[in-house]
């Protein structure tokens, strides 16, 4: 049922005769061929951001309405759950304390936020990152175990983050309480 829903979500913008299926599909197996090259975490989590944002964008300018029976719709779904995974995979094996898998993530998503041309784009990045905070979690790591520095640095990129997501917000119109 949620594969139904994402590709008539994915079809809907679309109205005209383009190739917006095919830049999608290329910019997927592009992120996905970086992300087995790299297999990096910052380089899966800046795959998976500027892919998805890009995704987006491609939807909500949509110059194109290809029909959904000629695989194309399904072919998008398909590298974008591939490249989740892959991102998921790389996140889930880094070895790294979560307070720096964190730190990681939240300058990423700080990038994204400040070029979220759409509220559609900013919400879906933060939902993303909220997804992958919640990944880097180990049982049995304290936030007080790595050193100060480190701890600061987080503090840091994540509170840039909320800033730039806040800017962002009220950039394209949304009320920030």
Known sequence: MKQILSLLFLSLPFIGCSDSYDKLI??????????????????A???IFFTEQQALHLMQTGDTVTPVADGRAVRVLQLRDSLMNLAEMVY???????????????RE??????????????DSLKAMTAR??????SDGQRAC????????????????AAECYRA??????????
């Open 132 to 137: 992958f905070s919640a990944m880097a979690y």
């Open 109 to 122: 998503a700080a990038d994204c936020y400040s070029s979220a041309s759409r509220l559609c784009e900013l």
């Open 26 to 43: 290329s910019d997927y197996e592009y992120a996905i061929e970086e992300l087995h090259a790299g297999g990096e975490l910052d380089v």
């Open 45 to 47: 989590l800046s795959s």
């Open 145 to 160: 175990d790595p050193p100060a520095a480190v701890r600061g640095a987080y503090r840091a990129a994540r509170e840039h």
């Open 168 to 177: 962002a917000a009220v950039r394209l119109g949304a009320s920030v309480d």
């Open 92 to 106: 889930r094996s880094d070895v790294r304390h979560f307070i720096e898998k964190r730190t990681v993530l939240y």
